[in-house]
C-alpha cells in the first residue's frame, strides 16, 4: 500500500525500504573526489628510506658503524700513544711493556703510577714491539675503512665512465669494450692481485717524504690493483642498466625534443641506475676490505709499521697460546665492520631495488 | 653442442696462457732480475740459474721456452731450497685437493639444503636460525676464522689435533674454508629457491593438482639450483686463495702455503710455476662448472 | 551428489589479501551459476576481481589470499569447505585452468611432454596405463603437428601460439568438467588469438565441457560467450546475454566501456575514454565502487552499493541509474 503526498510522490513509509528521493541529487566533483582516495603518493627515494628505516638490522647497523667512524676520528685525539710509538716512560724505553694483557701496566709504568703520575689505560695490552694494542687497532680500522671507501670510489668512477660510454654508444664500441671486459673479468682476480702486489712492492719507490711513501707501496699498489680489475663487474652493471633505459620511450621522448647525449645520460638514466650503483657500491666495500686484510695478512698488505687488521691478525699467530688477545681484537674489528657493512647493504638492497616487491 | 665445449676449451687455454704471459713478464719486470736479489748468489749457482732459465736470452724467447718446458712437466727449480718445483707440487697439490673438494662439496651441498630449508619454513624458527647463522659467517674472512677455530679447538680445549702428516686432521681446516662460500650458498639458494616458487608455472603445477612437496622438489628445486651452480665457479676460486691462508695457520703442506711462503721469501720462480698452477686450475674448474650448468638449463644458446 | 541445480553456483564471495599496506578486498559479493556445456565470461579492467574470483573457484590464491566469506558449490558439493587434499583432486580433474603467458606458465626445465603426462598420471583413471598416448593424442587435438617431436621439446622452442594450445592440452587432459581461461589470448598475436578461440570453441563441442572465460577483451568475450559478467571494483555491475550487454548496457561503466572502444557504432567519432583512475582496492568507498569516476553519479551512489535488478529476463544490472529510472517508470505508471 503506497501512500502520496502532495506532490505526487510515494511518501516514505518509516518502515519501508524505500530510498530517500533527494539522495537521486547529482552527486558533486567534489562529492566524488572525496571517495576517490589514492594512496599516499611518495617519491622512490622517501619510499625506499622508510622501508630501511624499518628495518632494524640495518639501522643498527648504520648505527654501529657511526660510532666506529666517530671512534676512530675521536680515540687517537685522546690517547697519548701512537701507532708506531715504542712505549717509554719518562723518556726510558720500556722494555717491560712486551705484550702487556689489556688494561695492565709494566712494571715500570706501574712506578710511574706509584709515583703519583696519571698513565692512560692500555686498553687492548701491547704487542710485541712494546707498542699500544689499542691505538693500534684503531689505526688498523681507519686503514680498512679508508681502503675500502676509496677502492669503491675508485671501482664506481672508472666503472661508470667505462660502462656508460659502453652503454650508450653502442655497436663496435661497445663490443669492444665488452671483449676487454670479458677478458679481464675470467682472470683470478686474488691471484692477479698477489701477483701485482708482490711486483709493486719491489717496482715502486716514492720519493721520501711524500704522501705517496707514507701510504706505503702497498696501499698505492692496492688501489692501483683495484682500478686495474674490480671495476669491470660495475661497469657490465652499468652498462646492463644503460642498455635496458635506453630502450625506454621517455629517452626516444628527450631525443625527440633535442635533448643531448650527456644531458641525456645525466639527467635521465644515471637517475634511473642509481639504486643499483648505490646498492652495488654498499657491498664492494665489505669485499674491499676482506681483500685488504687477507693481503695484509699474508704480508702484502700496508707497509709496517702503519697497522693493518689483517697484519695484526697475522702477527697474532705468534704466541697465540700465551696472547690470544692479541688475535681477538683485530678478528672481532673486521668482523663487526664487515658485518655492519654487509647488513646495511642488503638492507638498502631490500629497500630500494626496485624489482625487489612483498 | 661439441662445437660449443670446443670453442670453450679453446678459450680456457687461451686465458691460461694469458696469465702465463702476465705473470712471466710480471716476474721479470722485477728491477734487478729475480734471480739476483738480495741473496748472495755465488757464481756458480747463478751460472746454473742462467743455464736453467736462459737468462741471457732475450725475454720473448726466454717466455715460449718457459712455456715449453711447463707443458713438459718441468716447473723449474725453487730460489729458496734448489728443489723441483715440479716436485713440490706433485707433493704438496694432493693434500689441498683433500682439502678443497670436501670443502667445495660441504659448502655447495649444505648450503643448497639450508638455503632451500630456509626458504621453505620462510619467516619460521629454522629460516631466522639459518639466516642468522649465515649472515654471520659471510662476515668472517677465512683467515680469521681459521685462527679464531686454531685457538679455541685446537690451543685452548684442545679438542683437536694440530695438523701434520701423522695427525692429518681436516676437520677445523675444511670449516674453516668452507664456512664463507656455505653462507653464501645458503643464502644464494634459499633466494633462489623463493624466486622459483614465485614463478607462474609453479601455480599452474598447483592447478594441476600436484602435492605440495612435488612441487618443491620436483618443479621449483631444478631451477633453483640454477643460481647455485653458477656461482659454483666462484665458490671455487674462492676456496683455492682462501686455502692459502687455511694451510698457513693450520700448518698444513699444501700448495697454498707454499705459496705463501714463496711470497714470504721472494721465491720468484716458485711463485710464477704456482700462480700458472693455480691459476689453470681455476680455469678448468670454470669451465666443469660451465658446461654442468648448460646441462641444467636446457635454455642454452649454443652460440 | 547427483541431483544439483547448476554445475558451479559461486555464491556472495568474497575473497581479500594482506599486504604490507593494509587487506584488499579484491572480490566484494560476486554470485554467478555456470551450467554445462555453457560459456560464461567475466569482463573487467585489471584489478576488477575477475582472475581472483577464478582462482578463489580453484583455491589457487597465492599465500597471502583467502575466501573471507561466501561459498563455492560444484555439483551440489561446497568445495570451499573442503580439504587441501581433496582440492587437490578436483584441481586438474574437475576444473582446469589456463594461464595468460604460456612462456612463464610452462616449467622451463621440463619437456612438454613431461608436463601433460603429469596431470593424466595423477588424475586419470582411464590413461593411468598410458599416458604417452593420450598426450600425444591431446597434442593431435589441439592442432600441433609432429606431435611425438613436441612432446620431447622444452617450452622454449615453440612458438607463442604452439605454448598455449600445449597448455590447453594439458589442462583438457583428464577431461575436467570445467575449463576456466584466464586470459588466454592476452600475449598473443591477434591472428593466433582468432585461431586459439576457435579451438578452445571445438573442443568444448567436442568434450562438453563448460567453460570460464576471463578477460579484458570486449571483442574476446562477445564471441564465445552464453552469459556476461561485468566486474568493476571486486563486484558485478552487470550481467546478460551477450546481445543485451552490448545493446542495451545498463549499468554506466559498460556504457563507458562501450564508449571507449572503436566498433563500427563509432567509426567515425571521437572514443570517449572513462575518466579518472582504477579504483584503488585499499580503500573502497562506501557505496559503488564505480561512484568516483561516473558522469551520473548521484549523492546516493556515494552512500550506498546499489541492488541488483532484473532489466529482463536475461539481464540483471546494479546501478543505482537504472534503480531510479525504475522508480521513475514505477511512478508514472501509478499516476496513470
Known amino acids: ?358 | 653442442m661439441a662445437r660449443y665445449i670446443i670453442k670453450r676449451v679453446i678459450l680456457a687455454v687461451l686465458t691460461v696462457f694469458i696469465i702465463s704471459a702476465i705473470t712471466f713478464f710480471l716476474m721479470h719486470a722485477i728491477p734487478g732480475g729475480p734471480f739476483n736479489k738480495e741473496k748472495a748468489l755465488s757464481q756458480a749457482t747463478i751460472d746454473a740459474l742462467n743455464q736453467r732459465y736462459n737468462l741471457d736470452k732475450p725475454l720473448v724467447e726466454q717466455f715460449f721456452i718457459y712455456i715449453r718446458e711447463l707443458l713438459k712437466g718441468d716447473f723449474g727449480v725453487s730460489l729458496k731450497n734448489g728443489r723441483e718445483i715440479g716436485q713440490i707440487i706433485g707433493e704438496s697439490f694432493p693434500i689441498s685437493a683433500r682439502l678443497g673438494f670436501t670443502a667445495v662439496a660441504f659448502a655447495l651441498v649444505l648450503g643448497t639444503i639450508l638455503g632451500s630449508l630456509a626458504a621453505l619454513t620462510r619467516n619460521k624458527l629454522p629460516d631466522r636460525i639459518i639466516i642468522f647463522f649465515s649472515t654471520l659467517f659471510t662476515a668472517v674472512p677465512s683467515f680469521v676464522l681459521a685462527t679464531l677455530l686454531l685457538l679455541i679447538f685446537c690451543i685452548q680445549l684442545q679438542w683437536l689435533p694440530v695438523w701434520s702428516t701423522q695427525t692429518p686432521n681436516y676437520v677445523l681446516p675444511v670449516i674453516a674454508l668452507a664456512a664463507y662460500p656455505m653462507a653464501y650458498t645458503t643464502r644464494l639458494a634459499k633466494t633462489s629457491m623463493l624466486d622459483a616458487l614465485d614463478q607462474d608455472y609453479i601455480r599452474t603445477a598447483r592447478a594441476k593438482g600436484v602435492a605440495h612437496w612435488k612441487i618443491i622438489f620436483k618443479h621449483a628445486l631444478r631451477n633453483s639450483l640454477i643460481p647455485v651452480i653458477t656461482y659454483a665457479g666462484p665458490e671455487i676460486a674462492y676456496i683455492i686463495t682462501g686455502s692459502m691462508v687455511v694451510e698457513t695457520v693450520f700448518t698444513i703442506g699444501g700448495i697454498g702455503s707454499q705459496f705463501v711462503s714463496a711470497i714470504t721469501n721472494r721465491d720468484y720462480t716458485m711463485i710464477m710455476a704456482t700462480t700458472i698452477f693455480l691459476a689453470a686450475l681455476m680455469v678448468v674448474a670454470n669451465l666443469i662448472c660451465d658446461l654442468l650448468y648448460k646441462a641444467v638449463d636446457p635454455r642454452i644458446k649454443y652460440d | 551428489m547427483d541431483n544439483y541445480e547448476h554445475l558451479l553456483s559461486v555464491q556472495n564471495l568474497h575473497t581479500a589479501f594482506t599486504t604490507d599496506n593494509g587487506t584488499v578486498q579484491a572480490v566484494n559479493g560476486v554470485s554467478f551459476n555456470l551450467d554445462k556445456g555453457k560459456t560464461l565470461g567475466i569482463v573487467g579492467e585489471s584489478g576488477s576481481g575477475k582472475s581472483v574470483t577464478a582462482y578463489s573457484v580453484m583455491q589457487i590464491l597465492s599465500e597471502n589470499g583467502r575466501i573471507t566469506e561466501g561459498n563455492v558449490v560444484f555439483k551440489g558439493d561446497n568445495i570451499t569447505k573442503w580439504s587441501e587434499k581433496q582440492m587437490r583432486s578436483f584441481r586438474g580433474k574437475n576444473c582446469s585452468i589456463i594461464f595468460q603467458d604460456p612462456m612463464t606458465s610452462l616449467n622451463p626445465v621440463f619437456t612438454v611432454g613431461n608436463q601433460i603426462m603429469e596431470g593424466i598420471r595423477l588424475h586419470s583413471t582411464q590413461y593411468q596405463s598410458s599416458p604417452k598416448e593420450r598426450a600425444l593424442e591431446m597434442l593431435k587435438l589441439v592442432g600441433i603437428n609432429e606431435p611425438e617431436k613436441r612432446l620431447k621439446q622444452y617450452p622454449y622452442e615453440l612458438s607463442g601460439g604452439m605454448r598455449q594450445r600445449v597448455m590447453i592440452a594439458m589442462a583438457l587432459a583428464c577431461e575436467p568438467d570445467i575449463l576456466i581461461a584466464d586470459e588466454p589470448t592476452t600475449a598473443l598475436d591477434v591472428t593466433i588469438q582468432a585461431q586459439i578461440l576457435e579451438l578452445m570453441q571445438d573442443l568444448q563441442a567436442h568434450m562438453g565441457m563448460a567453460i570460464i572465460m576471463v578477460t579484458h577483451d570486449l571483442g574476446v568475450i562477445a564471441e564465445m560467450c552464453d552469459e556476461i559478467i561485468v566486474m568493476y571494483g571486486g563486484r558485478i555491475c552487470e550481467r546478460g546475454t551477450a546481445d543485451e550487454i552490448f545493446y542495451n548496457p545498463k549499468h554506466e561503466y559498460t556504457k563507458g566501456l562501450l564508449r571507449s572502444i572503436p566498433s563500427g557504432a563509432n567509426m567515425k567519432q571521437r572514443l570517449i575514454p572513462i575518466s579518472g583512475t582504477p579504483i584503488n582496492m585499499l580503500n573502497m568507498p562506501k557505496g559503488c565502487a564505480f561512484c568516483p569516476r561516473c558522469d551520473s553519479a548521484m549523492k546516493i551512489c556515494l552512500e550506498q552499493i546499489p541492488d541488483e535488478i532484473s532489466i529482463n529476463e536475461n539481464h540483471k544490472a546494479s546501478c543505482w541509474v537504472n534503480i531510479r529510472d525504475e522508480q521513475k517508470k514505477e511512478k508514472e505508471a501509478v499516476t496513470t
Open chain 1, 1 to 358: 500500500m503506497v501512500n502520496y503526498d502532495e506532490n505526487g510522490t510515494p511518501k516514505k513509509n518509516k518502515l519501508s525500504l524505500q530510498i530517500d528521493l533527494s539522495k537521486f541529487e547529482p552527486a558533486t566533483e567534489e562529492e566524488k573526489k572525496q571517495q576517490d582516495v589514492m594512496s599516499k603518493s611518495s617519491t622512490f627515494f622517501k619510499d625506499g628510506m622508510r622501508k630501511l628505516r624499518k628495518n632494524p638490522l640495518a639501522m643498527a647497523s648504520m648505527i654501529v658503524l657511526v660510532l666506529i667512524i666517530v671512534l676512530i676520528i675521536v680515540a687517537p685525539l685522546v690517547i697519548p700513544y701512537g701507532y708506531s710509538e715504542i712505549l717509554s716512560v719518562n723518556g726510558k724505553r720500556d722494555k717491560g711493556a712486551k705484550n702487556l694483557a689489556p688494561f695492565t701496566y709494566s712494571k715500570m709504568e706501574q712506578k710511574y703510577i706509584d709515583e703519583g703520575n696519571y698513565r692512560f689505560p692500555h686498553v687492548f695490552g701491547t704487542d710485541e714491539q712494546c707498542r699500544d694494542y689499542f691505538v693500534r687497532v684503531i689505526y688498523g680500522t681507519r686503514v680498512s675503512l679508508i681502503v675500502g671507501f676509496f677502492a669503491s670510489l675508485i671501482v664506481l668512477i672508472i666503472g661508470m665512465i667505462y660502462g656508460s660510454i659502453s652503454g650508450y654508444l653502442g655497436g663496435t664500441v661497445d663490443l669492444i669494450m665488452m671483449r676487454i671486459v670479458d677478458i679481464i673479468y675470467s682472470l683470478p682476480d686474488m691471484l692477479m692481485v698477489i701477483l701485482l702486489s708482490v711486483v709493486f712492492k719491489e717496482v715502486l719507490v716514492f720519493p721520501d717524504g711524500s704522501i705517496l711513501a707514507k701510504l706505503g707501496t702497498n696501499m698505492v699498489s692496492l688501489f692501483i690493483v683495484f682500478g686495474l680489475l674490480y671495476w669491470v663487474g660495475m661497469a657490465r652493471l652499468i652498462r646492463g642498466q644503460i642498455l635496458s633505459i635506453k630502450e625506454n620511450d621517455y629517452v626516444l621522448a628527450a631525443r625527440t625534443v633535442g635533448a643531448k647525449a650527456g644531458r641525456i645520460i645525466r639527467s635521465h638514466i644515471l637517475p634511473n641506475c642509481l639504486s643499483v650503483i648505490i646498492i652495488s657500491t654498499a657491498l664492494q666495500i665489505p669485499s674491499a676490505i676482506f681483500t685488504e686484510s687477507y693481503l695484509s695478512f699474508i704480508g702484502l698488505g700496508v707497509q709496517a709499521p702503519m697497522p693493518s687488521l689483517g697484519s695484526l691478525a697475522n702477527a697474532a699467530r705468534q704466541g697465540l697460546q700465551t696472547y690470544p688477545y692479541k688475535l681477538v681484537f683485530p678478528a672481532l674489528a673486521i668482523c663487526l665492520i664487515v658485518l655492519s657493512l654487509n647488513l646495511l647493504g642488503d638492507g638498502m638492497r631490500d629497500a630500494f631495488d626496485p624489482k625487489l616487491r612483498r
